[in-house]
Structures are given as C-alpha cells and as structure tokens.
C-alpha cells in the first residue's frame, strides 16, 4: 500500500514538474535556484497526506510558491553583494515556448527585469495572478494573506509591472531581420552597421559576475555601446562568431569568442530596431544554453 502511494506521489510531481519548474523560475530568475526549490517541493511533497489533498497541482503550486519565497528573500541578500548587473540566468528553450506569446512575454529578459523590481510577496502575487490565471483564494493560501489583501497587492503589482512593462512592436518577421544585422555587425565590427540596427537611446545591461569583463553599469546610447563592444572585441583579439538561438522565448545570440562559448546576448526590440540588450558572461549562468529546458503555464 506504501509503494502504491509513494508511485502516485512520484508520478503526480512528475508529471507536474515542468510547470512547478516554471513558476519557481519566473519568481526567481536562476534556474539552479529553481532546482533547488523543487528539490524542497519534493521533500516537502513525499510527507504529506495525499488523501487529505484536494487539488494535486494546486498544493504542489503552494509548496512551490512558499518555497521559492524563501530562497527570493535569501538570494535577494546575496545580490545586493553581486560584482555589476544582476541578470536572470538564460535559458535555451523549446519551440512551443516561442509560439506561447503569454509565456515567452513573460519569461522574456525585460520582463524578467521588470519583475525583479517588485517585492518578494509582490512578485510571487503578480506570477500567480497574471502569468499562471491562479485563483485569489489559491494565492492567498500560498503567500500567508488574505484574499483581500492579496487583490490589493496584485493590483499594486499589476500597475508597477504596466509601467514598465517592454512595448511588443516589432513582429516576428521584423525581429529576425534586425537581430540578423545585428548578428553581421558585430561578426564583421563594422561601426555604422551597429548604429543602423541599435535605437539611438538604447541601453545594454552585461553580467559578468565578476568573472568576465561587463560593463559595471547600465550603458546608455548607440554610439557608448559600439565602442563598448568594439574595444572588448580589439582586446581579445580573436574571432568572434554569433549564433542565432531563442531564450527565454525570444531570439537571441550565443556568442563565441575563439571557438568557445563566451555568452548570451538577449535583446528588446521597438519599432523595428533595437531598445535593450541583455548580454550575459557569467560562466555559471551558462549552463543551461545548449540544452532545452522545458517550461509551461499549465
């Protein structure tokens, strides 16, 4: 009889386990941080009474969700020691996550950001309501607050995230033809093909976790980005290549410097031309670029 339930217990969160993944990811931008906490949904998961669990999936999402809390205010610590920009931890992702507009908006790099300027509670409130369609009630249990006060949080979330939130104006055409001439531009280091492609107040945000050389602060402006990748270029003084990939949903670059993979370039574009660049170094949040990760909102 233990074995069956232990099998059932096993088979649940697997099955579950994507989009378990998934949440805990999009509250904490680091899928080894995400890991962990699935890790601790397990334990946490394997002791409790299944016959006395209504919704599976809803109380998987709750241990997730108060588990992941945890660690955000933990990791929020941890960065605020970080070398330079913090940046999610990029992700190669499958074909289905790119066609899912909801969900490739909502795990794209700029949202991503947008996310991480809320409060732990304002997040794990906002991910809930607006990405995963989780009902008041469901949420209120998961965060330790009323369903009252968890409306308010969400509408006050809701307004922060609208504010900043990226604008979606380039369509998929648009978009793959400018990331292509920015892919050339910076094969070929040719100045005025950089400007041409890159909006004039365009902002690059690059991690290098104190590892890699990266910009320590937001640069802003065409022209300081292409001298900014220019220079990096002429100092390494080896052959730069550029991959087309999706992260995180979106078209992206994986750059390679001398044959190896250096980083991930993800990008924002408006209007056609390119508002936001993403450029992450750090070796330890490249581990997950040449493998699909699967996600999903359900």
């Given at each position: 009889?233990?074995?069956?339930?232990d099998?059932t217990?096993?088979?649940?969160f697997?099955?579950?386990?994507?989009l378990l993944?998934t949440?805990?990811?999009?509250?904490?931008?680091s899928?080894?941080d995400?890991?962990?906490?699935?890790?601790?949904?397990?334990?946490?998961?394997?002791k409790?009474?299944?016959g006395?669990?209504?919704?599976?999936?809803?109380?998987?999402?709750r241990i997730?969700?108060r588990q992941?809390?945890?660690r955000l205010?933990?990791?929020?610590r941890r960065?605020?020691?970080?070398?330079?920009?913090?940046l999610?931890?990029p992700?190669?992702?499958?074909?289905?996550v790119?066609?899912?507009?909801?969900?490739?908006?909502?795990?794209s790099m700029?949202?991503?950001?947008v996310?991480?300027?809320l409060?732990?509670?304002e997040?794990?409130?906002?991910?809930?309501?607006?990405?995963f369609e989780?009902?008041?009630?469901?949420i209120?249990?998961?965060v330790?607050k009323?369903?009252?006060?968890?409306?308010?949080?969400?509408h006050?979330?809701?307004g922060?995230v609208?504010?900043?939130?990226?604008?979606?104006?380039?369509?998929?055409?648009?978009?793959r033809a400018?990331?292509?001439?920015?892919?050339r531009?910076l094969?070929t280091?040719?100045?005025?093909d950089?400007?041409d492609?890159?909006?004039?107040d365009?902002?690059l945000l690059?991690?290098?976790g104190g590892?890699?050389?990266?910009?320590?602060?937001?640069?802003v402006?065409?022209?300081?980005?292409?001298?900014?990748?220019l220079?990096g270029s002429?100092k390494l003084?080896v052959t730069?290549t550029?991959?087309?990939?999706?992260?995180?949903?979106?078209p992206?670059?994986?750059?390679h410097?001398?044959?190896?993979?250096?980083?991930?370039?993800a990008?924002?574009?408006?209007?056609?031309?390119?508002t936001?660049?993403y450029f992450?170094?750090n070796?330890e949040?490249l581990?997950?670029?040449?493998?699909?990760t699967p996600l999903?909102?359900?």
């Open positions: 009889m233990a074995e069956s339930s099998h217990a096993t088979d649940t697997v099955a579950h386990r994507n993944f949440v805990a990811y999009e509250m904490l931008g899928a080894a995400a890991e962990d906490v699935l890790q601790e949904t397990w334990l946490r998961w394997v409790a009474d299944l006395q669990v209504r919704d599976q999936r809803a109380y998987l999402v997730t969700t992941a809390l945890n205010r933990t990791v929020n960065r605020e020691a970080y070398v330079g920009q913090w999610p931890e992700l190669l992702t499958t074909p289905d790119a066609e899912d507009v909801e969900l490739a908006e909502s795990m700029a949202m991503m950001l996310l991480e300027s409060t732990p509670t997040r794990a409130v906002f991910v809930l309501r607006e990405v989780v009902e008041y009630d469901e209120a249990e998961a330790g009323t369903p009252a006060a968890v409306r308010q949080i969400a006050r979330a809701r922060h609208d504010e900043r939130r990226p604008r979606r104006t380039a369509s998929a055409k648009e978009t400018a990331l292509e001439s920015f892919r531009a094969e280091g040719n100045p005025q950089l400007l492609v890159l909006a004039p365009v902002v690059s991690d290098g590892v890699k050389r990266a910009a320590l602060r937001p640069v402006g065409a022209e300081k980005i292409v001298r900014f990748y220079g002429a003084g730069i550029c991959e087309p990939t999706v992260v995180n949903g979106s992206a670059l994986a750059v410097v001398g044959g190896e993979l250096d980083g991930v370039i990008v924002r574009f408006e209007d056609a031309r390119i936001g660049l992450v170094r070796p949040k581990t997950r670029v040449t493998s699909e999903t909102l359900r």
